[in-house]
């Protein structure tokens, strides 16, 4: 008692070997892949502890989990940039703040865009007793191509042409862009061209433009911040929902409860009944507590019924209205 505790590496041998295979227990997903030889050469390596970021810092010190794997279990929801005439600020990663650039064809296609400095965990990026890439810290820009059996069979990057989970770039000096918001799927057009102007504000945050032209060379005091608004989306990895977790009796869920007061939803009879009294395309999807996409429905109108009967279980139900999030609970269907 009294002694303090000790942040020796070696003390903390293998910790990402665990924190890698618990991850597997809460859904997460190997991001690493393979050669021909069976070697692991590709897939976010150094920056993700699902890939070869397990042996950073010798083992000892794994990367914390990246945007995507906060918003897969439901901790983070990131933000859409829509606005080209706005100043963006970027907060550290573990503010639970990440931007989105979303395929308008397929919204399981996106970049997710995340800042994490050289502190913590993530201190060793750029350390790893793996061979093969290392890496660096700042702006990270992630591609993402959601494919349900891809990850369901826990190879999302097993096709060595196309990885569906990986970091594009980092960009870490101010002043640097990125500009390749390229899509494979459904010929995709981003909404914005890129990202430019960097300004790092310390480990804190950095800002921001989405217009080359504008100006920046220092963080305002007052900018563009993260909200729960977000695209649609249909996969069982990518919920983009808002980031508080709720528990149900089967444990960890990965949907915030939250509820607009015009907004009402309610099982009666084996039948899911939806009022929404606003104009435009909603979008109903359910997922079990584990993040996996049972289904969807589609309506304009101000209300809808579906026929639930036959579903032995309850769900998470998510709504959108044209594209971004209006409610998401827990339902229970029998």
């Known amino acids: 008692e009294g002694k303090e505790s000790s942040t020796n590496s070696k003390d903390v041998n293998m910790l990402g070997t665990f924190v890698h295979e618990f ?33 950073n810092g010798n083992g000892g010190y794994p990367p914390t989990f990246s945007a995507f794997e906060r918003e897969a279990v439901g901790w983070l929801s990131p933000s859409e940039i829509v606005n080209a005439d706005s100043v963006y600020e970027l907060k ?75 970091v594009r770039t980092v960009l870490s000096k101010d002043q640097e862009s990125f500009a390749k918001f390229d899509f494979v799927n ?21 800002c921001f433009t989405v217009n080359k032209s504008k100006k920046l060379d220092k963080c305002p005091e007052k900018v563009i911040a993260s909200s729960s608004s977000a695209p649609q989306s ?30 009402k939803i309610h099982v009666s009879r084996g039948m899911l009944n939806v009022d929404v009294p606003m104009s435009g395309r909603k979008t109903l999807r359910f997922y079990d507590a584990l993040g996996n996409n049972l289904g969807s429905h589609t309506f304009e109108g101000s209300s809808a019924s579906i026929d639930v009967s036959g579903w032995n279980r309850s769900a998470f139900v998510q709504l959108d209205l044209n594209g971004s999030l ?9």
Not at 106 to 113: G, Q, S, T
Not at 128 to 139: D, I, L, P, R
Request: aromatic fraction near 12%.
């Open 23 to 55: 991850s597997h227990v809460i859904g997460l997903q190997d991001t690493y892949s393979n050669d021909s030889r069976g070697y692991a050469t590709i897939g976010p390596l150094p920056y993700d502890v699902m890939a070869l970021g397990l042996r």
């Open 92 to 166: 550290n990663l573990s503010g639970m703040q990440a931007y989105a650039v979303s395929n308008p064809n397929k919204p399981d296609e996106y970049f997710l865009i995340e800042y994490r400095p050289a502190v913590g965990f993530d201190s060793k990026i750029g350390s790893s007793s793996y061979s093969g890439k290392q890496g660096k810290n700042g702006v990270m820009i992630w591609y993402i191509d959601y494919d349900f059996n891809a990850f369901f069979s826990n190879d999302p990057n097993g096709d060595e042409s196309h990885q569906r989970v990986e």
């Open 186 to 206: 459904k010929n995709g057009k981003a909404k914005i061209d890129g990202i430019f102007n960097l300004v790092f504000d310390g480990d804190d945050r950095v």
């Open 234 to 263: 249909s996969s069982s990895s990518n919920s983009k929902t808002s980031s508080s977790s709720v528990s149900s009796s089967s444990g960890t869920t990965s949907f915030a409860q939250t509820t607009l007061p015009q907004t």
């Open 326 to 334: 209006l409610l998401a609970k827990r339902v229970v269907f029998r």
